[in-house]
């Protein structure tokens, strides 16, 4: 068995390296190729943490993949980071572990930059440049890095914090990238301004105001990835023209839509899966007026996709056929 550390996953370039496995991945969640169990989700509510276990198989794959993502929030503020893990990839052939990923959740945290970077570019309206980008963590940092290497155009950042320290320090660690980016405290003035708009709080009250968000707006929620976790309001939500998600089973129980759907405004039928998008299979923006919202709660199938193109890159796929790489 072999161990890969963060430091050497942190030299590969998975940002445009990973990206089309991860688009595959939406795609085989509604093709039927993927395995999805539920999440295993363990709230440790008096520390302002959690974590989650995820784990699943896509069909004709070498491995199948069990990931461990801990989120501790409270973690900035002691200067260490707020989210940790472990991925294990195991032959789908002989059950062997081929490696453990001990990526202390930087996997996690790209393969959720790439999969919100996916989702924005696709619903997005024509001419879209102007990008909001609320919270100052580690996934707002991802997020612009994902959509500044994978966008086939020039973009405008603009980062929303609660505080100017915090929003400045985005920009900051930011500045080995030739962005166009600015940073405000004013949340409803980024959101009247953007052309899309991507969440990245672990808020648990809504932050965005339906009247702010003007017609052909879309935006890209990733915050809500647990019970409990709303960053839009519900009235958004039921305004919204289309709704997408990773899988809704998932959003309707504990991503952003959840609070929408328990007060009833919304059904599962006004559900459109992502991967049904990107392949073709259904529409997403009809209109360059419509309010579009993508729904994101993170799937197995992107950790897979993630782990696959780590092993191809380093040469030890070929263990999971018993030879040596």
Request: proline share 5%; with cysteine; hydrophobic share 45%.
């Amino acid at each position: 068995m072999i161990v890969v550390d963060r430091e050497r996953l942190a030299r590969l370039p998975l940002l445009t390296l990973a990206a089309p496995a991860i688009r595959e991945a939406y795609i085989a969640v509604t093709d039927g190729r993927a395995n999805l169990p539920p999440v295993g989700y363990l709230p440790l509510s008096g520390r302002n943490a959690d974590c989650h276990i995820k784990y699943g198989y896509i069909e004709g794959d070498p491995i199948f993949v069990v990931k461990i993502a801990a989120g501790f929030y409270d973690n900035p503020a002691k200067g260490l980071p707020s989210s940790s893990g472990m991925m294990v990839a195991v032959s789908a052939e002989t059950g062997d572990v081929i490696a453990v990923l001990d990526d202390r959740g930087l996997l996690t945290d790209l393969r959720t930059g790439i999969g919100g970077a996916i989702a924005t570019m696709a619903l997005w309206r024509g001419g879209a440049r102007r990008i909001g980008i609320v919270g100052t963590g580690t996934q707002a940092r991802v997020q612009i890095r994902a959509l500044a290497a994978l966008s086939d155009r020039p973009l405008h950042f603009t980062v929303w914090g609660r505080s100017p320290e915090r929003a400045q320090a985005v920009l900051t660690d930011l500045a080995d990238l030739d962005l166009s980016i600015a940073a405000t405290t004013d949340l409803e003035t980024l959101c009247r301004q953007s052309d899309a708009i991507v969440t990245t709080t672990p808020s648990k009250e809504p932050l965005i105001r339906s009247q702010w968000i003007a017609p052909g707006t879309h935006i890209t929620a990733m915050g809500a990835d647990a019970p409990g976790k709303q960053e839009l309001d519900i009235a958004l939500v039921a305004r919204a023209d289309r709704l997408v998600v990773d899988l809704a089973d998932q959003c309707l129980d504990h991503g952003e839509l959840s609070a929408a759907a328990g007060a009833g405004l919304i059904a599962r039928d006004c559900c459109i899966a992502l991967g049904a998008v990107l392949s073709g299979a259904s529409e997403g923006r009809l209109s360059d007026g419509d309010i579009t919202i993508a729904d994101l709660t993170g799937i197995a199938t992107q950790d897979i996709a993630i782990a696959r193109t780590v092993l191809d890159e380093l040469g030890l796929l070929g263990r999971s056929q018993g030879t040596t790489p």
